[in-house]
């Protein structure tokens, strides 16, 4: 009584300065009650009664219930030196680690694996995780990681170990949600990853399948089997993470608390963590630890598989690489190239494993594990096995080259001087260059064969059991030492000759040269008029080309003499003359080049005006241009938007180079209709996204979440209206969400505390405080002091009373107002329940009304309390289908199914023949969302409106053309004169093309033009 009494005294004084700290107060004097001589106890309802004592052990006592006294049997269970619930270990208690155990009256000394690792945890957690690794190193994977989750024979469950303490432990309720929550999940992907062990145990049969029947020509064949494999594999990868997520979500926790000193490091969610995660020291332990053990196991299984077949296709690479085949002309290497594309076949399989490898998050851990080096091989392996396709290609061109060399050297055709001079710029004169150095062509082929049959990335040193491809390199290298062989043998038999043929081609291109040097004189423009397109660029490019062509020319030649330079003494004197021939036609075209600097100096100026514009819109059309590549449209879309501000900012400098500024107008407008076309179907499919989940989440009750999906889509809808210029149709589907969505919200409003609410502090305060006061007024009535605890209950009432004036249906005053009542008079309270629902039924539902609205919150309230109450649940069923909450299933048979399908069934019809025709097209969506407002679930409905969504808005995007374009531009300039009639003049040249009235700046300059006209 006196304890009692001091209780209330000291909470209400606490209220009414801090509410803190009255709930401090009130769980100190009730742990005391419950805690005497360093020991808490607590009943397991079998008549055992658990004694937690100080250190942390526990002590199991049986009680005689017709005696009052405590049985004879004494356990003492998990005896470690820290304790989750006790102060942290002393330095002596950490590092004794003697993992000592006491059961009954006898003790056993018990050496623990991982005793080393953790000497201050206690015996059991070792135990635990001990007995878990060894199913592990046995092969019992799935055994292993459900261990945690198997009563041992003391009736524990080890990821439960010490839970009670833990739950015991006074933390914030959100603390033991989110551990209860991430813990579930963990369970549940357990739970997966057992089922997913029959898939596992045919999943190398699978790949054998897949590989057996590959075929490079028709892979498809292999296809499922080998998508089977890849799908079990992602699947155990998203298992595996899910719980390495959820595990390290509990480790931030736990390491949160324990810095806070809220726990300690030898509790519940230490064991937990390491459970789950491993103990950090030793590898392959707890959950993660088995599961990566079995992924490290079967990865190697399935490579040797792929590792037999790579072996079989190296071999069928190695029966077709012979020297006849190589060397045959006219070349036919289609019987090699189609097995060295067998083989690379293999590379993608590896890719799929490494990359599926590669999503496993990382497992920080002390220890260093030995799975790198065998991985880093593997990746090695296959990056050899495709350098060997790849050089095994290049091989089979470099073996055409070589065969044309050996089997054609005389084989020849003369041509005219101006054939023969094309034919040297582009180094294909076989009768000049040809028989002049064969002799050292085929020298060099055969050098270079010979170097490559000893290629240093041929010499690749595994240190792990992984493929090394070896028939196939075998093959390879004996490729190119017949090559180098047969060129070697060839070599001598080239002659030297054609001198004159470089003489003609000389004189020949001079010629050419001249008459480009006289087309450059037309693209100067003409000074007299000032609306002459300037063109500096194709000026400067065309200037650029001719001195690369006369470069080429000059260097063809000066080769060409270089040629006759290598042959024969006997002919050194016919090849100076001939050389000093060939240089006078090099002097002559040098001359030509010498006169186009005064013609490049000229343009150079205007160009660069242009090119400084340019450069700056370029850096975020390239920016624009990379995101889009990357499939990255929103991050292109802004940058796409400044690279345009830019163009229209910097017009009159890019306008200085005709060429530029139509070259960077048709680049930023490509892309913007590149990004519009590949942006269009994700965007129908993101708004079909969120309607979906809009849709789901609503008929799930998650109303806020609905409301949020719904939000985004309009985001979605807003952002690419702004985007594209243009308004887009209403979205009738949405807009029936969001009618349904804003019913329900407004029924669940004010039925919780807001936050943001200046009186939440107040209310909160109230509302916690009634809840102690109930539980207080509960506990002593269970006692047996029913007029005080009733005394409780009525000040609780009261509590409540004050918050219900302000909040009459907050749904947690309510219920608990209800449960006290329910605690004073249960009879008064059954008729009151009766009498209120009976007044609930008689409210009108189908209004979705205020009242509706109220009364189905009520009703809420009613079904929390009873949810059992005859008829209760049938009513607020009817109810909640009424205000739109709930939804019944369309019958396949009902009318409204028949009709459905009918509107549905025409939309469908107008699609398939509208193709773009805008009118066919609104026809159609018109009957798809006439079928959605009888069947929300019609699939063909759905895909009508989606597909009318991508066809209408897949030319959405206004690109006003070049000339447009400048005539907008300059009425612009126009307009920043002063000069409104010109501009408007413009405008109206722009407003003869239709598709031009589309475009948004064109109208903001209308509207502007209009209003100055006025």
Same mark, same amino acid.
């Given at each position: 009584?006196?304890?009692?009494?001091?209780?209330?005294?000291?909470?209400?004084?606490?209220?009414?300065?801090?509410?803190?700290?009255?709930?401090?107060?009130?769980?100190?004097?009730?742990?005391?009650?419950?805690?005497?001589?360093?020991?808490?106890?607590?009943?397991?309802?079998?008549?055992?009664?658990?004694?937690?004592?100080?250190?942390?052990?526990?002590?199991?006592?049986?009680?005689?219930?017709?005696?009052?006294?405590?049985?004879?049997?004494?356990?003492?269970?998990?005896?470690?030196?820290?304790?989750?619930?006790?102060?942290?270990?002393?330095?002596?208690?950490?590092?004794?680690?003697?993992?000592?155990?006491?059961?009954?009256?006898?003790?056993?000394?018990?050496?623990?694996?991982?005793?080393?690792?953790?000497?201050?945890?206690?015996?059991?957690?070792?135990?635990?995780?001990?007995?878990?690794?060894?199913?592990?190193?046995?092969?019992?994977?799935?055994?292993?990681?459900?261990?945690?989750?198997?009563?041992?024979?003391?009736?524990?469950?080890?990821?439960?170990?010490?839970?009670?303490?833990? @739950?015991?432990?006074? &933390? $914030?309720?959100?603390?033991? =949600?989110?551990? #209860?929550? *991430?813990? +579930?999940?963990?369970? %549940?992907?357990?739970?997966?990853?057992?089922? @997913?062990?029959?898939? &596992? $145990?045919?999943?190398?049969? =699978?790949?054998? #399948?897949? *590989?057996? +029947?590959?075929?490079? %020509?028709?892979?498809?064949?292999?296809?499922?089997?080998?998508?089977?494999?890849?799908?079990?594999?992602?699947?155990?990868? #998203?298992?595996?993470?899910?719980?390495?997520?959820?595990?390290?979500?509990?480790?931030?926790?736990?390491?949160?608390?324990?810095?806070?000193?809220?726990?300690?490091?030898? #509790?519940?969610?230490?064991?937990?963590?390491?459970?789950?995660?491993?103990?950090?020291?030793?590898?392959?332990?707890?959950?993660?630890?088995?599961?990566?053990?079995?992924?490290?196991?079967?990865?190697?299984?399935?490579?040797?598989?792929?590792?037999?077949?790579?072996?079989?296709?190296?071999?069928?690479?190695?029966?077709?690489?012979?020297?006849?085949?190589?060397?045959?002309?006219?070349?036919?290497?289609?019987?090699?190239?189609?097995?060295?594309?067998?083989?690379?076949?293999?590379?993608?399989?590896?890719?799929?494993?490494?990359?599926?490898?590669?999503?496993?998050?990382?497992?920080?851990?002390?220890?260093?594990?030995?799975?790198?080096?065998?991985?880093?091989?593997?990746?090695?392996?296959?990056?050899?096995?495709?350098?060997?396709?790849?050089?095994?290609?290049?091989?089979?061109?470099?073996?055409?080259?070589?065969?044309?060399?050996?089997?054609?050297?005389?084989?020849?055709?003369?041509?005219?001087?101006?054939?023969?001079?094309?034919?040297?710029?582009?180094?294909?004169?076989?009768?000049?260059?040809?028989?002049?150095?064969?002799?050292?062509?085929?020298?060099?082929?055969?050098?270079?064969?010979?170097?490559?049959?000893?290629?240093?990335?041929?010499?690749?040193?595994?240190?792990?059991?992984?493929?090394?491809?070896?028939?196939?390199?075998?093959?390879?290298?004996?490729?190119?030492?017949?090559?180098?062989?047969?060129?070697?043998?060839?070599?001598?038999?080239?002659?030297?000759?054609?001198?004159?043929?470089?003489?003609?081609?000389?004189?020949?291109?001079?010629?050419?040269?001249?008459?480009?040097?006289?087309?450059?004189?037309?693209?100067?423009?003409?000074?007299?008029?000032?609306?002459?397109?300037?063109?500096?660029?194709?000026?400067?490019?065309?200037?650029?080309?001719?001195?690369?062509?006369?470069?080429?020319?000059?260097?063809?030649?000066?080769?060409?003499?270089?040629?006759?330079?290598?042959?024969?003494?006997?002919?050194?004197?016919?090849?100076?003359?001939?050389?000093?021939?060939?240089?006078?036609?090099?002097?002559?075209?040098?001359?030509?080049?010498?006169?186009?600097?005064?013609?490049?100096?000229?343009?150079?100026?205007?160009?660069?005006?242009?090119?400084?514009?340019?450069?700056?819109?370029?850096?975020?059309?390239?920016?624009?241009?990379?995101?889009?590549?990357?499939?990255?449209?929103?991050?292109?879309?802004?940058?796409?938007?400044?690279?345009?501000?830019?163009?229209?900012?910097?017009?009159?400098?890019?306008?200085?180079?005709?060429?530029?500024?139509?070259?960077?107008?048709?680049?930023?407008?490509?892309?913007?209709?590149?990004?519009?076309?590949?942006?269009?179907?994700?965007?129908?499919?993101?708004?079909?996204?969120?309607?979906?989940?809009?849709?789901?989440?609503?008929?799930?009750?998650?109303?806020?979440?609905?409301?949020?999906?719904?939000?985004?889509?309009?985001?979605?809808?807003?952002?690419?209206?702004?985007?594209?210029?243009?308004?887009?149709?209403?979205?009738?589907?949405?807009?029936?969400?969001?009618?349904?969505?804003?019913?329900?919200?407004?029924?669940?409003?004010?039925?919780?505390?807001?936050?943001?609410?200046?009186?939440?502090?107040?209310?909160?305060?109230?509302?916690?405080?009634?809840?102690?006061?109930?539980?207080?007024?509960?506990?002593?009535?269970?006692?047996?002091?029913?007029?005080?605890?009733?005394?409780?209950?009525?000040?609780?009432?009261?509590?409540?009373?004050?918050?219900?004036?302000?909040?009459?249906?907050?749904?947690?005053?309510?219920?608990?107002?209800?449960?006290?009542?329910?605690?004073?008079?249960?009879?008064?309270?059954?008729?009151?329940?009766?009498?209120?629902?009976?007044?609930?039924?008689?409210?009108?539902?189908?209004?979705?009304?205020?009242?509706?609205?109220?009364?189905?919150?009520?009703?809420?309230?009613?079904?929390?309390?009873?949810?059992?109450?005859?008829?209760?649940?049938?009513?607020?069923?009817?109810?909640?289908?009424?205000?739109?909450?709930?939804?019944?299933?369309?019958?396949?048979?009902?009318?409204?199914?028949?009709?459905?399908?009918?509107?549905?069934?025409?939309?469908?019809?107008?699609?398939?023949?509208?193709?773009?025709?805008?009118?066919?097209?609104?026809?159609?969506?018109?009957?798809?969302?006439?079928?959605?407002?009888?069947?929300?679930?019609?699939?063909?409905?759905?895909?009508?409106?989606?597909?009318?969504?991508?066809?209408?808005?897949?030319?959405?995007?206004?690109?006003?053309?070049?000339?447009?374009?400048?005539?907008?531009?300059?009425?612009?300039?126009?307009?920043?004169?002063?000069?409104?009639?010109?501009?408007?003049?413009?405008?109206?040249?722009?407003?003869?093309?239709?598709?031009?009235?589309?475009?948004?700046?064109?109208?903001?300059?209308?509207?502007?033009?209009?209003?100055?006209?006025?």
């Amino acid at each position: 009584m006196q304890d009692f009494a001091f209780r209330e005294f000291y909470g209400e004084i606490q209220v009414l300065k801090r509410f803190f700290c009255v709930s401090i107060g009130i769980i100190f004097i009730y742990s005391g009650s419950l805690w005497a001589g360093g020991k808490k106890e607590k009943s397991d309802g079998s008549g055992v009664v658990r004694t937690e004592l100080k250190d942390g052990s526990t002590k199991k006592t049986s009680k005689d219930s017709s005696k009052g006294s405590e049985g004879t049997g004494t356990q003492t269970s998990g005896t470690t030196q820290a304790s989750a619930t006790a102060s942290a270990p002393s330095a002596t208690d950490a590092n004794s680690g003697n993992g000592t155990a006491n059961a009954g009256s006898g003790a056993a000394k018990q050496t623990n694996t991982y005793l080393k690792d953790y000497p201050y945890y206690p015996s059991y957690f070792n135990d635990a995780i001990t007995a878990a690794y060894k199913l592990t190193m046995a092969g019992n994977f799935s055994d292993a990681a459900n261990y945690f989750y198997v009563k041992d024979s003391t009736g524990t469950v080890p990821i439960e170990y010490r839970k009670d303490v833990f @739950l015991n432990g006074g &933390l $914030s309720q959100n603390v033991y =949600d989110d551990v #209860s929550a *991430l813990e +579930s999940n963990v369970r %549940a992907r357990v739970k997966d990853y057992q089922n @997913l062990q029959k898939k &596992l $145990s045919t999943i190398s049969q =699978d790949l054998k #399948s897949g *590989l057996d +029947s590959y075929n490079p %020509a028709s892979p498809e064949k292999s296809a499922a089997s080998l998508d089977k494999v890849k799908s079990v594999m992602k699947e155990f990868v #998203s298992i595996r993470n899910t719980i390495l997520s959820d595990g390290k979500k509990l480790e931030t926790t736990f390491n949160n608390l324990k810095g806070s000193r809220a726990i300690q490091d030898a #509790s519940y969610l230490s064991y937990l963590t390491k459970f789950i995660m491993g103990t950090g020291r030793t590898e392959y332990t707890g959950i993660i630890g088995a599961i990566d053990r079995q992924w490290d196991t079967l990865l190697m299984d399935l490579i040797g598989l792929i590792e037999v077949k790579g072996n079989e296709l190296s071999k069928g690479l190695a029966s077709v690489m012979t020297q006849d085949a190589l060397l045959a002309y006219p070349s036919d290497l289609t019987a090699i190239s189609d097995k060295i594309s067998g083989l690379r076949g293999i590379v993608p399989i590896m890719d799929d494993f490494l990359k599926i490898n590669g999503t496993i998050k990382p497992l920080e851990t002390s220890y260093k594990s030995s799975k790198t080096e065998y991985k880093t091989n593997l990746e090695a392996s296959r990056n050899y096995l495709e350098t060997l396709c790849t050089k095994s290609d290049e091989l089979l061109l470099f073996a055409s080259d070589a065969a044309e060399h050996v089997y054609q050297v005389y084989d020849f055709i003369d041509k005219s001087s101006a054939e023969v001079a094309q034919d040297m710029r582009d180094k294909v004169d076989k009768v000049t260059d040809f028989f002049v150095n064969e002799s050292n062509t085929l020298a060099r082929l055969s050098n270079t064969a010979a170097e490559r049959e000893k290629e240093v990335w041929l010499k690749t040193v595994f240190t792990q059991d992984v493929p090394k491809w070896e028939s196939a390199a075998k093959a390879y290298t004996e490729g190119y030492e017949a090559i180098s062989k047969a060129c070697g043998e060839y070599s001598g038999e080239a002659i030297l000759s054609a001198g004159t043929r470089i003489i003609n081609a000389g004189k020949q291109m001079y010629v050419e040269d001249s008459e480009k040097y006289q087309a450059l004189m037309s693209l100067i423009p003409d000074a007299s008029d000032e609306n002459a397109r300037q063109m500096p660029s194709k000026l400067l490019s065309s200037i650029s080309t001719f001195r690369q062509i006369i470069d080429l020319d000059v260097k063809t030649l000066k080769e060409g003499s270089a040629v006759l330079s290598r042959g024969s003494s006997t002919y050194s004197s016919n090849i100076q003359l001939m050389q000093k021939k060939i240089n006078d036609s090099i002097t002559n075209i040098q001359k030509l080049s010498s006169q186009t600097d005064a013609l490049s100096s000229q343009a150079k100026a205007q160009q660069r005006e242009a090119l400084q514009a340019q450069n700056q819109i370029n850096i975020y059309y390239n920016r624009s241009l990379t995101a889009y590549r990357q499939a990255n449209y929103k991050s292109a879309r802004t940058n796409l938007d400044r690279a345009m501000s830019l163009y229209e900012s910097s017009y009159d400098s890019l306008k200085r180079d005709v060429m530029i500024q139509e070259e960077t107008y048709d680049n930023l407008n490509k892309l913007k209709q590149d990004i519009a076309e590949k942006q269009k179907p994700l965007l129908v499919q993101e708004l079909r996204s969120y309607k979906n989940s809009a849709r789901t989440s609503y008929y799930a009750g998650d109303f806020d979440e609905a409301s949020n999906q719904i939000n985004q889509a309009d985001e979605v809808r807003n952002s690419w209206c702004k985007f594209m210029d243009i308004e887009l149709d209403s979205d009738e589907e949405l807009e029936r969400l969001r009618n349904l969505v804003n019913v329900a919200l407004s029924i669940k409003s004010g039925k919780e505390l807001n936050p943001n609410d200046a009186l939440y502090p107040e209310m909160s305060q109230i509302l916690s405080m009634s809840n102690i006061y109930y539980e207080q007024g509960q506990e002593l009535i269970a006692k047996g002091n029913k007029a005080e605890g009733r005394e409780l209950l009525s000040k609780a009432k009261n509590k409540l009373n004050e918050l219900k004036v302000i909040y009459p249906h907050n749904q947690k005053a309510n219920l608990l107002s209800m449960r006290i009542d329910q605690v004073l008079d249960l009879n008064q309270f059954n008729e009151s329940f009766k009498v209120r629902f009976e007044e609930l039924k008689a409210i009108n539902y189908a209004k979705r009304d205020t009242t509706a609205q109220n009364g189905y919150s009520d009703l809420q309230d009613l079904h929390e309390i009873s949810p059992n109450y005859p008829g209760l649940s049938d009513f607020m069923y009817k109810v909640e289908l009424d205000l739109g909450l709930k939804q019944i299933a369309v019958a396949p048979t009902s009318a409204a199914a028949g009709e459905a399908g009918t509107y549905a069934k025409q939309a469908k019809e107008q699609l398939d023949s509208a193709g773009r025709d805008t009118m066919l097209l609104a026809n159609a969506k018109s009957l798809a969302n006439k079928a959605l407002a009888l069947d929300p679930n019609n699939d063909v409905a759905i895909a009508v409106l989606d597909e009318v969504a991508l066809r209408t808005g897949a030319q959405a995007a206004v690109v006003l053309s070049a000339s447009d374009e400048a005539k907008y531009q300059q009425a612009i300039t126009y307009l920043q004169n002063g000069n409104v009639i010109a501009a408007n003049s413009n405008l109206q040249e722009l407003l003869k093309n239709p598709a031009n009235r589309r475009s948004a700046k064109v109208q903001k300059l209308q509207s502007r033009i209009k209003g100055m006209l006025n």
